[in-house]
């Protein structure tokens, strides 16, 4: 009957898709896969290990590669050329930055290291720890007044803190490049502050989109 031919047909269709290491568990998911146009997948990366790492950052009007050595057991401090453009975008990666890691995990490499917080959040609390050190001691040095968690309304993440010298306040943000573009008025370029023009919008956008 026509039951029987449809489950032979699925049948013989899973044992094609076999001989190409395809699996497949369920004879109906064969008749979904054959109508299926689109599949939409994660980054590499995240799937097949579970975890985020920031592999490259954009300050100075250039793209740096960041510090993803496994092997680390320590926290190093990081061997690019001093910058007070870099000094501050790791300022920010730190203190806006929910993620923690756990307890008992002091001696691990700090890639291989488990947090507790969001993907990202834990990829740029290791990127921190690899290419700085310690990101707790930063935390106690700017005591945090305030927070505006991540959102997908808003696209970012905004946190307030104490400045240690008692001068005042210092906020930082992260989120969604267009986003935190829309909200600044001055760029910061080799420690120094300019006004935001089409220039430096279409170089932001051109590393944004690289």
């Known amino acids: 009957g026509l039951l029987a031919t449809v489950t032979v047909c699925l049948t013989l269709t899973a044992q094609r ?3 190409k290491n395809c699996l497949v568990r369920n004879l109906e998911a064969v008749e979904t896969l054959g109508s299926t146009s689109v599949i939409c997948s994660d980054k590499t990366g995240t799937l097949t290990q579970n ?6 950052m954009w300050f100075d009007g250039l793209i740096h590669g960041a510090n993803t050595d496994e092997d680390l057991c320590d926290p190093m401090k990081t061997k690019r050329d001093p910058s007070p453009t870099w ?4 300022r920010i990666t730190g203190l806006c930055n929910r993620a923690y890691f756990k307890d008992g995990q002091e001696y691990m490499n700090i890639l291989d290291k488990e947090c507790c917080g969001d993907a990202s959040e834990s990829a740029l609390l290791k990127c921190y ?6 990101v707790e001691e930063l935390r106690m040095e700017y005591s945090k007044v305030s927070e505006i968690p991540f959102n997908s309304t808003n696209k970012y993440q905004l946190s307030i803190h104490d400045k240690p010298d008692g001068s005042g306040f210092l906020l930082v943000m992260k989120g969604a490049p267009e986003r935190i573009l829309s909200r600044c008025s ?3 370029m080799n420690g120094e502050e300019h006004l935001i023009n089409e220039l430096f919008t279409e170089s932001f956008n051109k590393a944004y989109l690289e």
């Open 87 to 90: 000094n501050m975008l790791a």
């Open 51 to 56: 975890r985020m790492t920031v592999a490259h």
């Open 17 to 19: 898709m076999k001989v």
């Open 129 to 134: 720890e690899l290419e700085v050190g310690n």
């Open 186 to 188: 001055t760029y910061m």
